[in-house]
């Protein structure tokens, strides 16, 4: 009974989990970035008795089910999925009372465009320094069908301008186990994970220094690359197809991928430097939502391809040619720099 008592009030010594090959094994396939993070919380689940938390009615979606873990109602108090029900900002403030008890470790989990909704409750949790775990699924226009209403633009802006909230959105499940990672480590600050429903390639490159923010996904063969491009998520990828193109092109840049500016913000400036050297200035930022905030990484010389307005109803991947999502369109607007 001691070893239990604390590790709900001591916490759980993850190390082990964290550092192990299956943890951050990269799968053969393709896989969106909510399932790789279903696949991540019940590994961690297993480890962490206190871990509870749930989903506003979307935990099918959300991939926030913990497998074999009960379902908490007035009949079983010991299941720790919670159900909110189509409540965001309730669910987020019950989130920030678990929290607030101490001896649980809470979640809880959306669409990322509800995320508005968890909006003002969010705000507390960052005011109270929680170290509550917010997990946005559908991130971007990705989300297709559903249409405008339903895909995200605005939204990582907001988050991102939060004082003392930790944003990340990785690119693939590496990137994703890493960003768990960090959140179920985070002692007094929330964390919010931006996954993507679509599916994304593995990329090789991903790897440990995600943690830093920002890293040096795929370098140029020159000391000094003749450009950089940086991304997060889902356009990770684009930007490593056109790092492929413009080389053949004689064009040799640098891909950064940025699953977190808040993170990389925390790193000391050597380190910031040796990603994103000032002396470079041909940037190009890719991601597909709104371009506030990105400017700082481009500066004045460089060009950002985000979403202008918001999205329309289609197939995802026909919905990224149209806003220009596309390997050609990163291509042609690195070469615009030269």
């Known amino acids: 009974m001691k070893e239990l008592w604390d590790k709900y009030y001591n916490g759980c010594d993850m190390s082990d989990l964290f550092n192990s090959e299956e943890y951050l094994a990269k799968p053969e396939k393709a896989e969106a970035t909510r399932s790789s993070s279903g696949t991540i919380l019940n590994m961690i689940k297993n480890l962490m008795p206190n871990l509870i938390g749930g989903s506003a009615d979307l935990a099918p979606s959300n991939k926030t089910n913990m497998k074999d873990a009960g379902d908490f109602s007035k ?5 720790t999925n919670l159900h909110f029900g189509v409540r ?3 669910m987020a403030a019950i989130g920030n009372g678990l929290a607030l008890h101490g001896g649980l470790r809470p979640f809880v989990a959306t669409f990322f465009v509800f ?7 969010a705000r507390l949790t960052s005011l109270m320094k929680l170290p509550l775990i917010y997990v946005f699924t559908h991130d971007s226009i ?10 995200p633009i605005e939204q990582l802006a907001a988050f991102r301008s939060m004082p003392d909230f930790t ?4 690119c693939d499940r590496t990137e994703t186990a890493l960003a768990w990672e960090y959140a179920i480590e985070s002692k007094d600050e929330p964390t919010a994970l931006v996954l993507t429903r679509q599916n994304l390639p593995q990329m090789a490159g991903s790897s440990k220094e995600a943690l830093k923010g920002a890293y040096i996904l795929e370098d140029s ?4 690359p003749d450009g950089i491009i940086i991304a997060s998520g889902s356009e990770v990828n684009l930007a490593v197809s056109a790092k492929a193109e413009l080389k053949n092109a004689g064009i040799d840049v640098r891909v950064v991928s940025m699953p977190s500016m808040d993170v990389f913000e925390k790193q000391s400036d050597e380190y910031k430097e040796s990603v994103l050297p000032k002396s470079v200035r041909k940037r190009v930022a890719v991601e597909a939502l709104s371009d506030f905030g990105w400017y700082r990484y481009v500066g004045l010389d460089g060009k950002v391809i985000c979403m202008k307005g918001f999205g329309a109803s289609g197939p995802a991947n026909q919905l990224f040619e149209h806003f220009g999502f596309t390997v050609e ?3 042609n607007t690195v070469k615009s720099l030269f």
């Open 329 to 331: 369109n990163v291509v």
């Open 115 to 121: 995320s508005d909704y968890t909006k003002p409750m």
């Open 221 to 224: 063969d020159k000391e000094t």
């Open 75 to 79: 009949e079983n108090y010991a299941g």
């Open 167 to 170: 944003v990340f959105r990785p």
């Open 88 to 90: 965001e900002q309730a």
């Open 142 to 151: 990705g989300v297709g069908e559903d249409g405008p209403t339903h895909e």
